[in-house]
């Protein structure tokens, strides 16, 4: 392993450092472009040191990140990438502690992006976005990457949650709230949206700056599309919002979302009627084309970067992931209440 760190600075707003802190599993094929800005950025001293935390990988993720320059530790063994996060933050020698997935490449002005946030906010944790280009050119790595720089560009500002593919925390912040929840969260889910809520729980302001930004190396297919979509995200989230006794109204969980995903129901509803013709076809096709209207700001983008197909296919698509986003809460909802039914019936015996 590489030698130990910097000496830590004191934290004060007048001497900000930061400390890179990158969960790897198994990344020994993306670390290479990720760790290049990274330990640009600390040769021209805008920040301290880059730890990469090698979480139980079964490939060379460690000695690549010591031969490229990185500080590498080993997290003891597989413990998602919260608990690997977790791992280096005692030792990380900034006051700020900015987690890079191992799978982005930030852009060469995201330190100075990040430390001039926490300057002018005064925020407690700051994070940014993925950018436009995705380097996966396959359809859904594309929609995918894209749809997500759409929520982060729309909702700058004030936040309600986190994001730690590329997010930063006060060290010191950190450490007293316990960091990320990696028993609940071994795998990799909703461990920063929970750690965000946790933080305005205690009245500590998060910050979203989508200026912050890197590129996102990973390929999405539809089988981990579905899964992390899904089980990573849509079950954990709903289940989080439900038992907290609801979400923030922020990112796709805003107000003008839930009426987006109402319209998508409304659309696939419909559909059954229309082929048994107990309503005319014209309904369907209305509803459709309204819901692509209540998505013209994304299918804008789309449409910039990809072209009028892409646009229109990647509406479509994003109908499907209201429905399966809705059910994943339904079913969420459903476990609740069957919980506590159970409960009841346990507490009457």
């Not at 021209?44 to 090698?54: L, N, R, S, T, W």
């Not at 729309?154 to 997010?167: D, L, N, P, Q």
């Not at 450490?175 to 009245?203: M, N, T």
């Not at 804008?300 to 809705?326: D, K, V």
Request: glycine share 8%; charged share 15%.
């Amino acid at each position: 392993m590489a030698a130990a760190p910097p000496t830590p600075t004191p934290e004060t707003d007048e001497a900000l450092t930061v400390s890179v802190i990158v969960p790897a599993y198994n990344a020994a094929a993306t670390l290479p472009p990720c760790l290049a800005p990274l330990l640009r950025m600390r040769h021209d001293g805008e920040i301290v040191d880059v730890v990469v935390v090698d979480d139980g990988s079964t490939d060379a993720t460690a000695e690549i990140a010591v031969q490229l320059g990185a500080w590498a530790i080993d997290s003891g063994g597989r413990l998602g990438p919260g608990g690997a996060r977790n791992a280096a933050a005692q030792g990380a020698a900034g006051n700020v502690l900015w987690f890079v997935d191992a799978d982005v490449v930030v852009h060469d002005d995201a330190a100075r992006v990040l430390i001039e946030a926490f300057r002018t906010t005064g925020a407690a944790a700051v994070f940014g976005a993925y950018d436009d280009r995705p380097a996966a050119a396959n359809f859904l790595s594309q929609y995918k990457n894209l749809v997500h720089r759409h929520h982060h560009s729309e909702g700058s500002g004030a936040a309600e949650t986190f994001w730690a593919g590329c997010g930063a925390v006060r060290k010191a912040v950190f450490l007293e709230v316990g960091g990320f929840d990696a028993a609940r969260y071994p795998r990799p889910s909703i461990e920063d949206i929970e750690l965000g809520w946790r933080l305005r729980g205690r009245g500590l302001s998060i910050w979203l700056t989508p200026a912050l930004q890197g590129t996102h190396l990973k390929v999405w297919h539809l089988p981990n599309l579905l899964q992390a979509e899904i089980f990573s995200r849509a079950l954990p989230w709903s289940r989080l919002a439900l038992a907290r006794g609801g979400a923030p109204a922020t990112l796709n969980f805003s107000r003008p979302e839930r009426l987006r995903a109402v319209l998508a129901l409304l659309v696939f509803a419909s559909v059954a009627p229309a082929v048994a013709g107990l309503v005319p076809w014209w309904l369907p096709v209305a509803l459709l084309a309204s819901a692509l209207a209540a998505n013209w700001k994304l299918l804008a983008l789309f449409r910039r970067r990809r072209g009028l197909a892409f646009a229109l296919a990647g509406g479509l698509l994003h109908q499907i992931y209201y429905l399966y986003s809705a059910a994943a809460f339904a079913w969420s909802w459903l476990e609740q209440c069957c919980g506590r039914r159970v409960g009841r019936e346990n507490r009457a015996l």
